[in-house]
């Protein structure tokens, strides 16, 4: 039986054998045949599906769109599978914008933040004419309405 042994399979994809064997178990691609000594053992097949996934995951789709893509990929017509992968890209493109625009906001707060806080003490202990404030009186760094650093940083 010809093939690639599943370090080799990783050697030629640039994925972690423990993600080719977890994209096995979850399905995005066929379980490998055995050989007689027990490796799976890979064709051309699963490397270009693996190149395909490893891309999908390089734009940061999620493994339910990598696997509507794969179906989509393998079972439709060009024309339909670009129509989807489109779809999902400008959705996945938002998205970014969205995190980026986001990130952008935190970071004008945090710079915020730093400035005040870099203002001589006023001594004694911390109160709300302090630029401890920032953080804990009225100047506390607030999130847009819907919107949490770390819902942004947890996408």
Do not use: W
Request: some cysteine; overall charge negative; aromatic content about 4%.
């Amino acid at each position: 039986m010809g093939g690639l042994r599943i370090s080799e399979m990783a050697e030629r994809t640039g994925l972690p054998a423990s993600t080719i064997r977890y994209y096995e178990s979850a399905g995005l691609i066929e379980p490998a045949e055995r050989g007689s000594n027990g490796y799976r053992m890979y064709g051309d097949v699963e490397v270009e599906r693996l190149s395909f996934i490893a891309g999908a995951k390089r734009l940061n789709l999620g493994l339910t769109e990598v696997r509507h893509l794969v179906a989509a990929r393998e079972s439709d017509l060009c024309e339909h599978v670009q129509r989807d992968m489109r779809a999902v890209v400008a959705t996945r493109l938002a998205e970014t914008r969205a995190q980026i625009a986001e990130l952008v906001r935190l970071s004008d707060e945090l710079q915020r933040a730093e400035d005040r806080l870099s203002q001589p003490a006023t001594g004694g202990v911390c109160s709300d004419a302090c630029a401890c404030s920032v953080i804990t009186g009225d100047e506390a760094l607030q999130p847009p309405a819907g919107a949490t650093v770390l819902s942004v940083l947890n996408r």
